[in-house]
């Protein structure tokens, strides 16, 4: 009897630990390199609502974000890369937001990112969790799709 159960269980894992890997990036095609952009901020007035997308040109950039004052901002040359942005709607809790593998399907870009959150203590004000990365130019496609990825 002992057998049969420990046999169930350990089949039972092998079948949540394969889902888990399946669940997380399903997408096939060629893993594209980026950098994250350090040193700046969401700088539109708070919002319920979030924001993805690609931003091509510094106008692009400044529409939407800032420069952390006395940080050293990463310099985009957007004659040569483009950036992946993503912007959470309001949390009330301190949350981030990490892209973490951008693939090139060939007829798109399908980006991943994870949501942490930071402890259980309420936020004074709503905050807007974002990240920017810059990709080279030569991974442009017509077409972005982003997603959360598994945080399991």
Not at 11 to 19: D, H, P
Not at 32 to 51: C, F
């Amino acid at each position: 009897m002992k057998k049969l159960l420990f046999s169930w269980m350990a089949l039972a894992a092998l079948a949540l630990c394969g889902c888990h890997s399946a669940d997380i990036m399903p997408v096939k095609g060629k893993n594209v390199p980026y950098t994250v952009a350090e040193g700046y901020y969401w700088a539109k007035a708070t919002s319920s609502k979030g924001l993805q997308g690609c931003l091509q040109s510094e106008e692009d950039l400044y529409a939407y974000f800032a420069e952390v004052p006395g940080a050293q901002a990463t310099k985009i040359d957007f004659s040569k890369n483009f950036a992946i942005v993503v912007v959470l709607p309001e949390k009330k809790y301190e949350t981030s937001v990490n892209i973490v593998r951008i693939i090139d399907t060939g007829k798109s870009l399908e980006y991943f990112y994870k949501v942490y959150q930071k402890g259980d203590r309420m936020l004074p004000d709503p905050m807007q969790p974002c990240q920017l990365v810059v990709v080279d130019k030569k991974y442009k496609r017509d077409s972005f799709v982003g997603r959360e990825a598994d945080n399991r």
